[in-house]
């Protein structure tokens, strides 16, 4: 007798084409892949993102001279239009639908054919009982056919026994939460293809029109661009908000709305709405949010000769809670060029460690603390800048003063003069466009529908056989199978030993609970 180890042929293309789609679509690696998925999408949540705020990833890369570039050249500044999300992403869509459409085709033609037939020797199974009624066969049978029937099982009939089948809902449930796995995949697709994002600050009494150029921060798909956003516009007329003055909360913002006046296209008949935080404005597919606010100090420069060189408000940004605002105003067209570094107090106090801080948000004695400087901004470097940040590096600091609304400062060396008078509101709105938000909101309902099916639904099997006796009676054998430990067999079979007991006249032996049943 040889004992060589028997030499399987080599594998041929088709072969391992065929093994690894079965590799790929298995459910061990589609969730191998949900697990890289959401490990690759760390890197967007940690570092700033390109098409989000550029300047920002720009800052990022100077600031970390060493692995920035690396970083960049891996793609974490761009993470969801990089090669390797994107192939994580594919694989993982592509690995859903091969589990899901084989599955629903097994599924579709189980949900059709029979309840299997009785097995030969029903007493062998884990839960099984054998007993006696007197009652003849044919009335046994019609008494559980009745009771199973009510109950909505599926049903086979012979002369001698009972086939019944229920809870296919179980798996139509699991086949239901996986297709939407897939729909949410989709709606995230089209969002991220054709979806875009974009911030700005508008100020009382300015405007914005939907136009890139308008935009503080914008990001878009890959088939979205200046050419797919709508053509509307608005306007910000008023900008309500009011604070809490009681002591338990105090400073929590009371009142937080903008009223606007908008435009769907150039020409167009104006229209007058309210934007709440939670109520945001739809138009053309985008939904306008307001999503903060804060002050713009008026300012007033003059240069050496006393002509107005600058007269605007200036947008400060929030620091805390208080509004303790910083922000930056640059004078390039003065020779030499001035800027200026401010904090702006909405209510003003003064802190030992922290200088000037705002101790309540709202204004009741607002002044803005100035640092000058004198030199060149670097501006003709070709770089860009942030407008609220100034570069100091080759400047001279005049000096720093305080200024209440109404005050001016004269700079030394006769540089010129800065006055405040007064400040402005403004608001920062998020502008969406996300066509996928739909299809994803589907695949969320029908995730939680599927898993509740499920979870409560219960996938069980029973047969019944009868056997005539020599007194007139019935010997009744039955049965049953489920692949959850909760289907509580025993009880459904003595159920229906009460349903058959009953006929006899027979009391049961123990009273099993009420069993509900959703199929």
């Not at 989709?186 to 914005?208: D, S, T």
């Not at 200046?226 to 009011?242: E, G, H, K």
């Not at 720093?400 to 400062?409: K, Y």
């Amino acid at each position: 007798m040889s004992t060589e180890t028997p030499t399987l042929p080599p594998m041929n293309t088709l072969g391992f084409l065929r093994y690894t789609w079965r590799q790929l679509t298995s459910m061990k690696t589609a969730l191998i892949l949900l697990f890289l998925l959401a490990v690759a999408s760390v890197p967007g949540s940690i570092f700033p993102q390109r098409g989000n705020n550029p300047l920002l990833v720009n800052e990022w890369i100077a600031q970390s001279p060493t692995f920035g570039p690396i970083f960049d050249a891996m793609g974490f500044f761009d993470v969801y239009s990089s090669p390797w999300f994107a192939a994580v992403y594919l694989l993982l869509f592509i690995s859903l639908i091969g589990c899901v459409l084989p599955r629903t085709k097994v599924h579709w033609r189980a949900m059709l054919a029979p309840p299997p037939p009785v097995p030969r020797n029903l007493l062998r199974l884990p839960e099984s009982m054998e007993f006696e009624v007197d009652a003849p066969t044919g009335a046994v049978l019609a008494r559980a056919n009745a009771h199973l029937s009510s109950r909505r099982w599926r049903l086979v009939l012979t002369e001698k026994s009972i086939a019944a089948e229920k809870g296919f809902l179980r798996e139509t449930g699991n086949l239901v939460f996986h297709f939407s796995l897939i729909l949410i995949l989709v709606g995230v697709a089209v969002g991220g293809l054709f979806g875009w994002k974009g911030n700005v600050i508008v100020r009382e009494g300015q405007g914005f029109a939907n136009t890139l150029t308008q935009y503080d921060a914008w990001g878009g798909g890959r088939f979205t661009g200046a050419a797919r956003l709508s053509p509307f516009s608005f306007t910000l007329d008023d900008f309500n908000v009011d604070f809490e003055r009681g002591a338990a909360q105090r400073g929590s913002p009371s009142l937080f709305e903008a009223d606007v006046t908008y435009r769907r296209s150039p020409g167009t008949v104006a229209e007058s709405t309210r934007i709440e935080v939670n109520s945001p404005l739809a138009i053309d597919g985008a939904k306008v949010f307001l999503v903060g606010h804060g002050y713009a100090p008026k300012i007033v420069v003059r240069d050496a000769s006393g002509s107005i060189v600058f007269d605007d408000s200036v947008v400060f940004l929030p620091q805390d809670g208080n509004f303790t605002s910083t922000g930056v105003v640059k004078i390039p067209d003065s020779d030499p060029q001035l800027g200026f570094q401010g904090i702006f107090v909405p209510t003003a106090a003064s802190n030992n460690l922290r200088g000037p801080i705002s101790i309540f948000p709202g204004p009741d004695d607002p002044a803005v603390f100035l640092s000058a400087w004198r030199g060149d901004m670097g501006l003709d470097a070709g770089a860009p800048q942030s407008v609220y940040r100034l570069d100091t590096a080759a400047m001279e600091q005049l000096g720093i003063d305080a200024l209440s609304p109404g005050q001016t400062w004269v700079l030394p060396d006769g540089s010129g003069a800065i006055e405040l008078t007064g400040f402005e509101r403004w608001a920062s709105f998020q502008i969406a466009f996300d066509p996928g938000k739909e299809i994803a909101l589907l695949g969320a309902i029908l995730a939680m529908t599927g898993l509740m099916l499920s979870l409560f639904i219960r996938r069980r099997r029973v047969w019944i056989t009868v056997a005539a006796t020599a007194g007139g009676g019935t010997v009744v054998q039955m049965a049953g199978l489920a692949r959850i430990e909760s289907a509580d067999l025993p009880g459904e079979l003595q159920l229906i030993r009460e349903a058959v007991s009953d006929l006899a006249g027979i009391p049961s032996a123990t009273t099993a609970p009420d069993v509900k049943e959703w199929m």
